[in-house]
């Protein structure tokens, strides 16, 4: 199978200070999904801007199935469609009109348009709506419109940018499972996420991406193969019990324990005999704990098993650039309770 | 095109019925004017999504129109000594698609802040329908604009004084001089950080054009220096030639001036938008 994207160097730099791109190379094999996962601010936005046409890299080059995104943009942008975050659709026009718009901007016939605003209505739960604005849709159903819309010229490479970020799980789910369903059908996917769960669930393969690099790539088996499986949070009464109760139990884990503050973090292998262990040991030294979970492991614990530190949340030079800087308020504690409560696989 | 029921797929993955529409791939010129009518068609169905819009579009110079009519007209006396109503509308009309273009501004800046021309640069669509549709619609907007005021300026006692066609005429004058206003402003829309600042930068350029201009009273009462300005700058210029086409009097001097305006701002201010959507979008 021959490559559908080759990003080489790729370097970026807006207002002459933020770096976003640091030098990012990564391929995506055709018929695959591809993940980049990182915090706000990695640089993930930027490079599918850069790989949709729509920003030139100031170094480096990408191709598109072959083609040079700079030099032969007119070509890709007829290879590919683009849905992200920010579900850019017009929330004046209906679904249908939405879709059949994108459709004629592809060159599209009026009728094959009208049949595939119908068609990829059905397939994304939104028959009813379809006749319906926009503004009355929910943040789900603006994010299905914006992925139907994306593939109504049948693109050969999807770019999804944070396609479920900001959703409930609900909707998450039903858009992860919609994106299985395009890749069955043979369509090269990349996709940007803050989410260990969903680069997990959909890429073959994955590319972590901080400040503008890519810090590790791999299968999402072997990354968390580096993580150990299963992480297990113990909560103590203050910082002294917690320091204790980190040396006590570092033998369970398959790393050494971190403490923040009055809770510990501990990567697990085999997470219920673990615990088990780790309640008898803390028992064995009069100690209980004030809280107790077993959990996946977050985008959070990969930068931490990877960079040894956490993810920092600053200002996301993406946003800087996106005109009027809608906010992208979600850090930390978005990641981790996204990774938290998606347990459902 | 055919419609077929099984599409076969390509080797690079492109189903066959993403063929382009013209089988003959089209001129370049030809897929810009069907993206053109796309995005125009978007507009126009925007506009009557939100018709309160195009309704207070028109209320304000409907007000202007019985303002002057009622309230000032009375004591303004037409330069040339026709009725004051008749001198009034060719100020009116200039006027309302003057401040009617200050929407292009807000309508691109909007566009750019919901992502939306983010979106259309990832597209295979020509570069120059986004700017170009905008105008365009705002035109068609324009017209509708006129049409009702000139119904309303009828209501008020306003008649054509140089006949129909002539009339036709000073309308053809006002759009044009609209349409090359709207590419103007496309210009501020593309430059301003959102669309509410669009719309407060563009008043105070085209208050003092509207009012130091002949659009309500004649110039020569104004002081030496200001009489040049309201004479020579572009609405006064166009104002000056709608009135001349539309009240009858000589016309081809302040018409020619007001086409070399309406070619000066075009040829200014086109590529001025298109560049600053190339850094912007």
Redesign the interface.
């Known amino acids: 199978m021959s490559d559908a994207i080759e990003a080489t160097n790729l370097e970026k730099t807006f207002g002459g200070t933020v770096r976003a791109l640091d030098g990012v190379s990564f391929t995506v094999e055709?018929g695959t999904v591809f993940g980049l996962l990182g915090p706000n601010g990695a640089g993930k936005t930027t490079a599918v801007?850069i790989l949709?046409?729509?920003v030139r890299p100031d170094a480096g080059d990408a191709r598109v199935?072959g083609h040079d995104v700079v030099s032969d943009a007119?070509r890709v942008?007829?290879?590919?469609g683009?849905a992200?975050q920010?579900a850019?659709?017009?929330?004046?026009?209906t679904g249908r009109?939405n879709i059949f718009?994108?459709g004629?901007?592809?060159?599209?016939?009026?009728?094959?348009c009208a049949?595939r605003a119908t068609e990829l209505l059905e397939r994304f739960g939104l028959s009813d709506a379809g006749d319906r604005?926009l503004k009355t849709y929910s943040g789900g159903m603006r994010r299905r419109l914006d992925l139907a819309a994306a593939l109504v010229?049948?693109p050969?490479?999807l770019f999804l940018d944070e396609p479920t970020t900001g959703l409930d799980l609900r909707s998450r789910n039903d858009l992860w499972e919609m994106i299985e369903g395009l890749v069955d059908g043979?369509?090269?996917v990349l996709l940007t996420t803050q989410y260990l769960e969903e680069a997990d669930r959909l890429a073959r393969r994955i590319a972590v991406v901080d400040h503008g690099r890519v810090i590790s790539e791999g299968t999402p088996a072997q990354l968390k193969a580096d993580l150990g499986a299963t992480v297990l949070d113990v909560g103590l009464p203050d910082p002294a019990s917690a320091a204790n109760a980190a040396e006590i139990l570092a033998k369970v884990g398959t790393k050494a324990p971190t403490i923040d503050g009055s809770s510990i973090e501990l990567p697990v292998d085999d997470g219920p005999r673990a615990a088990m262990e780790a309640l008898r040991m803390l028992d064995a030294h009069s100690m209980t704990p004030t809280t107790f979970v077993l959990r996946e492991p977050s985008l959070d614990d990969v930068f931490l098993a990877l960079t040894g530190k956490r993810t920092d949340v600053e200002d996301d030079p993406d946003a800087a650039t996106?005109?009027?800087g809608?906010g992208r308020g979600r850090g930390r504690a978005g990641d981790r309770a996204g990774a938290a409560t998606g347990g459902a696989r | 095109?055919t419609?077929t029921a099984q599409?076969t797929?390509t080797r690079?993955?492109?189903?066959a019925?993403?063929a382009?529409?013209r089988p003959d791939g089209?001129s370049r010129l030809g897929?810009a004017i069907?993206?053109t009518f796309?995005?125009v068609?978007?507009n126009l169905?925007?506009y009557t999504?939100?018709p309160e819009f195009l309704f207070f579009s028109t209320v304000q110079p409907i007000m202007f129109v019985l303002l002057f009519r009622y309230v000032f007209g009375g004591a303004i006396r037409a330069p040339g000594g026709g009725p004051y109503v008749d001198y009034l509308m060719a100020g009116i009309f200039v006027q309302s698609v003057a401040f009617g273009s200050i929407s292009t501004a807000v309508g691109l800046a909007e566009d750019?802040?919901?992502?939306?021309l983010?979106?259309?640069?990832?597209?295979?669509?020509a570069r120059s329908?986004v700017l170009t549709g905008r105008t365009t619609a705002d035109l068609c907007r324009n017209i509708f604009v006129v049409g009702v005021i000139t119904g309303v300026g009828y209501l008020v006692g306003f008649r054509i004084g140089a006949g129909v066609p002539a009339f036709l005429a000073g309308v053809l004058m006002i759009l044009l001089f609209a349409y090359a206003m709207s590419w103007g402003f496309a210009v501020i829309g593309l430059s301003a950080?959102?669309s509410e600042t669009a719309q407060v930068m563009a008043f105070p350029i085209l208050f003092p054009l509207v009012f130091a201009s002949p659009a309500f009273v004649g110039v020569n009462t104004l002081p030496g220096w200001l009489r040049a300005f309201a004479t020579h700058q572009p609405i006064g210029v166009v104002i000056t030639a709608t009135r001349a086409l539309m009240e009858g009097g000589p016309t081809a001097t302040p018409v020619l001036q007001a086409l070399l305006w309406c070619a000066g701002l075009l040829i200014v201010f086109a590529p001025l938008a298109v560049r600053q959507y190339r850094r912007?979008a």
């Open positions: 055709e801007r949709t046409t729509i199935l007119g942008r007829s290879l590919i683009l992200g920010y850019a659709v017009d929330e004046n026009l009109e718009m994108v004629r901007l592809n060159h599209l016939a009026r009728d094959v049949r604005t010229a049948r050969a490479v043979g369509t090269t996106d005109n009027g809608r | 095109m419609t599409t797929t690079t993955g492109v189903p019925d993403n382009p529409t089209g897929w069907a993206d796309t995005v068609r978007r169905i925007v999504r939100i750019l802040q919901k992502g939306l983010e979106r259309f640069r990832a597209l295979p669509m329908a950080p959102n912007r």
